[in-house]
């Protein structure tokens, strides 16, 4: 939510922008397949990532498409922004860093070879997500060199939060992991 209006996408393929006082649809885009993960907003901009492994920009007062950065492989993440790039994973294993203004690629980073569905998050200048094959990545969010990673006995799904340098994410081996 932004400035009293909710954004949204649904599995119809449809990125919604509804009053929230209202509930009355302010405008609506359609994307080329379902949509799984949130969005964000950040500076008048929609960002909102599709199962047809595009990636949006929409103007959040008008429903206009700014720009579209197609992905690797269907995006199933919420986007997370900071100091004017758009981080998010998509399903073959990629963590991405968009340009927020102009929608083109700073670097990519292919973590594995299993499916990503874990947002990242980015503290203190890293990018931190999870793959479908248990491990849980820091990446430098300017670089993209890999600074470790750990891995579990199963799938990561759940988004990292970072606190006081401590990492903590959930795993499908039902364990939650600190991590400093």
Known sequence: ????VLYFGSSDAVVHALDSKTGKEKWSYITGAGIAGSASVSDGIVY??????????????SGN???????????DSSP?????????????GFCYAIDALSGIEKWSYQA??????????????VV??????????????KTSEQLWSFKTNQGIKSAPVVLDGVVYFSSMDACVYALH
């Open 65 to 75: 498409l700014k720009w579209k950065f197609r992905a690797k492989g269907k995006i």
């Open 112 to 125: 594995d070879f299993h499916p990503t569905a874990s947002s990242p998050a980015i503290a203190d200048g």
């Open 1 to 4: 939510m932004a400035d009293g």
């Open 128 to 141: 931190y997500f999870g793959t479908n094959g248990g491990n849980l990545y820091a990446i430098d969010a």
């Open 48 to 61: 909102i990532g599709s199962r047809d492994a595009a990636f949006y920009a929409i103007d959040a007062a």
């Open 80 to 92: 997370a922004v900071c100091d004017g790039v758009i981080y998010f994973t998509c399903k073959k």
